[in-house]
């Protein structure tokens, strides 16, 4: 009994030198298969009336949705996790996420990573191709979520490769760190303008997903990842929290290990006082204008020193209220 507590202790270091040199040689926590991998658990990220027709035998339907807010934005973390252990998962499996569009199976894929989720595998095939092609594999009916959560979440979440506005500013404007940006060429150079102003965030890189994957999913094999800079700490964004989210999982599935800017462009466009390379404006909506109300009170301060008289009404009225009732107190004290 003396010695339990250092033979735990032994086997924990044992495990964690393990696992850092399996990520030493080559294993990565995000990747892209053609297969269903052994012992894995099933996420089907499409919406429920589709997951619920037909998927793969023994997949949980798991709505995108329903892990992100209003605005794709990201829910918080505290409900997420809670989300994640209604369909059956605590952070210590190999997960395989499948639905139809990358962009979903990408989103999912960045989240459980951010979770902690020990590894992630993004099925390439989408699932129409799949059930179309009548293919060998299982098929059944989608598995529903229950109201409660029948696992609770044991790993930790790798909270440090999240960066939160205020940080993103300080590091942009102090660090020099190196920028990834995940959207479009012409959403780079402002040429089409999807939030408050156009353009990209000072001293970052065009590096969208066509630049890493080719059409069918697949990472393109002249990618050099030795072009980028790792001096500094690489940070991810792209339009949103969907999107940023999505661009990390692509990252990290190239074999790079960057950071994401959870608010993404959007959130950097809409404070007018910071900083933008190539900035733009799109349509007249998309202009700063003036709240009705502040109009309304610039009219006002123009024209109120113009009424000398509304001030003598006011000043004489002060005046005989005061003389009353100054009056009004000497002719009680007379009578007392």
Same mark, same amino acid.
């Given at each position: %009994?003396?010695?339990?507590?250092?033979?735990?202790?032994?086997?924990?270091?044992?495990? @964690?030198? /393990?696992?850092?040199?399996?990520?030493?040689?080559?294993?990565?926590?995000?990747?892209?298969? *053609?297969?269903?991998?052994?012992?894995?658990?099933?996420? *089907?990220?499409?919406?429920?009336?589709?997951?619920?027709?037909?998927?793969?035998?023994?997949?949980?339907?798991?709505?995108?949705?329903?892990?992100? =807010?209003?605005?794709?934005?990201? =829910?918080? /973390?505290?409900?997420?996790? &809670?989300?994640?252990?209604?369909?059956?998962?605590?952070?210590?499996?190999?997960? !395989? @996420?499948?639905?139809?569009?990358?962009?979903?199976?990408?989103? %999912?894929?960045?989240?459980?990573?951010? =979770?902690?989720?020990?590894?992630?595998?993004?099925?390439?095939?989408?699932?129409?191709?799949?059930?179309?092609?009548?293919?060998?594999?299982? /098929?059944?009916?989608?598995?529903?979520?229950?109201?409660?959560?029948?696992?609770?979440?044991?790993? !930790?979440?790798?909270?440090?490769?999240?960066?939160?506005?205020?940080?993103?500013?300080?590091?942009?404007?102090?660090?020099?760190?190196?920028?990834?940006?995940?959207?479009?060429?012409?959403?780079?150079?402002?040429? @089409?303008?999807?939030?408050?102003?156009?353009?990209?965030?000072?001293?970052?890189?065009?590096?969208?997903?066509?630049?890493?994957?080719?059409?069918?999913?697949?990472?393109?094999?002249?990618?050099?990842?030795?072009?980028?800079?790792?001096?500094?700490?690489?940070?991810?964004?792209?339009?949103?929290?969907?999107?940023?989210?999505?661009?990390?999982?692509?990252?990290?599935? =190239?074999?790079?290990?960057?950071?994401?800017?959870?608010?993404? &462009?959007?959130? &950097?466009?809409?404070?007018?006082?910071?900083? @933008?390379?190539?900035?733009?404006?799109?349509?007249?909506?998309?202009?700063?204008?003036?709240?009705?109300?502040?109009?309304?009170?610039?009219?006002?301060?123009?024209? /109120?020193?113009?009424?000398?008289?509304?001030?003598?009404?006011?000043?004489?009225?002060?005046?005989?209220?005061?003389?009353?009732?100054?009056?009004?107190?000497?002719?009680?004290?007379?009578?007392?």
């Amino acid at each position: %009994m003396p010695y339990s507590l250092p033979i735990k202790t032994l086997l924990f270091v044992t495990l @964690v030198l /393990f696992t850092q040199q399996s990520f030493a040689i080559g294993y990565s926590p995000i990747s892209y298969v *053609d297969a269903i991998p052994e012992e894995s658990k099933i996420v *089907d990220v499409r919406v429920e009336s589709e997951c619920r027709k037909s998927t793969l035998a023994k997949a949980n339907c798991l709505p995108i949705e329903e892990l992100m =807010a209003s605005k794709q934005r990201l =829910a918080n /973390f505290s409900g997420l996790l &809670w989300k994640l252990g209604t369909v059956g998962l605590n952070g210590s499996e190999h997960v !395989l @996420v499948i639905g139809n569009k990358m962009t979903r199976k990408d989103t %999912m894929a960045g989240i459980l990573h951010l =979770a902690g989720q020990y590894r992630i595998s993004i099925l390439k095939p989408s699932m129409t191709e799949l059930i179309d092609s009548k293919s060998k594999w299982s /098929f059944s009916k989608g598995t529903l979520a229950p109201p409660t959560r029948i696992q609770v979440w044991q790993t !930790l979440m790798r909270s440090d490769n999240i960066v939160l506005h205020n940080e993103m500013m300080q590091l942009v404007l102090h660090n020099n760190p190196t920028i990834l940006d995940g959207r479009s060429d012409e959403e780079y150079w402002g040429q @089409v303008v999807n939030a408050h102003r156009g353009g990209h965030i000072p001293g970052a890189d065009s590096s969208s997903y066509s630049y890493w994957f080719d059409a069918a999913g697949s990472m393109k094999t002249a990618v050099p990842l030795d072009s980028i800079s790792t001096d500094h700490p690489v940070i991810a964004y792209a339009a949103n929290s969907y999107a940023s989210i999505g661009y990390y999982a692509r990252l990290i599935a =190239a074999g790079l290990t960057p950071r994401v800017y959870l608010d993404g &462009w959007v959130r &950097w466009a809409s404070q007018s006082d910071l900083p @933008v390379d190539a900035g733009s404006y799109g349509s007249s909506n998309a202009l700063p204008t003036v709240p009705t109300a502040n109009k309304a009170e610039s009219t006002e301060r123009q024209h /109120f020193p113009r009424q000398p008289v509304s001030w003598l009404f006011w000043g004489l009225s002060v005046a005989i209220a005061f003389l009353s009732g100054y009056i009004i107190s000497r002719i009680r004290q007379r009578k007392n």
